[in-house]
T-cell receptor, first 107, second 113 residues
Framework: GQNIDQPTEMTATEGAIVQINCTYQ??????LFWYQQHAGEAPTFLSY????GLEEKGRFSSFLSRSKGYSYLLLKELQMKDSASYLC????????FGSGTKLNVKP | GAVVSQHPSRVICKSGTSVKIECRSL??????MFWYRQFPKKSLMLMAT?????????EQGVEKDKFLINHASLTLSTLTVTSAHPEDSSFYIC?????????FGPGTRLTVT
């Protein structure tokens, strides 16, 4: 089967930086995606990595190491509105989602 | 980015009835759409992959006869929950792919009473 692991929950302070890790063991790999999901809403696309390295998009960055089966999402200058679940997903013919990391941002 | 719509956004139905959920890609053609189910505080569970013009591919444990999927055109896929039961109550989300990116619909909250 496919295994994608993320921490269940994290807490961080407004204005700080937080790193959400994701490890995966899949039978194939075409890309790794990060999504943000607020309660009761559909996921929204944040970032996408195909090659090793760091992809930066404003306050959000995502890193990938294919040899280690590892990725992280980095959120800078945290805002209260960043409180949400963050989903890691590996694409190989279809999308395989991790269980999501619930991020709580405190004042 | 691309837009995917779902209809209805919320539906309440009685046990034993059937409910149809539509998923449309509004500004692009999607050869493949995915249907997910999400329980409270859980991640998305892929139910099936819907390919235009062919039969859907269901994930293990998903009943084909209960969750009927039809992908009639490059912009429309439908999921019909047949003979719904309270345990089918969930958040159903579709997505459409352009190959490299996946765009989610807003989801449909189904409540079976």
């Amino acid at each position: 089967g496919q295994n994608i692991d993320q921490p269940t929950e994290m807490t961080a302070t407004e204005g700080a930086i937080v790193q959400i890790n994701c490890t995966y063991q899949t039978s194939g790999f075409n890309g790794l995606f990060w999504y943000q999901q607020h309660a009761g809403e559909a996921p929204t696309f944040l970032s996408y990595n195909v090659l090793d390295g760091l992809e930066e998009k404003g306050r959000f960055s995502s890193f990938l190491s294919r040899s280690k089966g590892y990725s992280y999402l980095l959120l800078k200058e945290l805002q209260m509105k960043d409180s949400a679940s963050y989903l890691c997903a590996v694409f190989f013919n279809k999308f395989y989602f991790g269980s999501g990391t619930k991020l709580n941002v405190k004042p | 980015g691309a837009v995917v719509s779902q209809h209805p956004s919320r539906v309440i139905c009685k046990s034993g009835t059937s409910v149809k959920i539509e998923c449309r890609s509004l500004d692009f053609q999607a050869t493949t759409m995915f249907w997910y189910r999400q329980f409270p505080k859980k991640s998305l569970m892929l139910m099936a992959t819907s390919n235009e013009g062919s039969k859907a591919t269901y994930e293990q444990g998903v009943e084909k006869d209960k969750f009927l999927i039809n992908h009639a055109s490059l912009t429309l896929s439908t999921l019909t929950v047949t003979s719904a039961h309270p345990e089918d109550s969930s958040f159903y989300i579709c997505s459409a792919t352009t190959g490299s990116e996946q765009y989610f619909g807003p989801g449909t909250r189904l409540t079976v009473t």
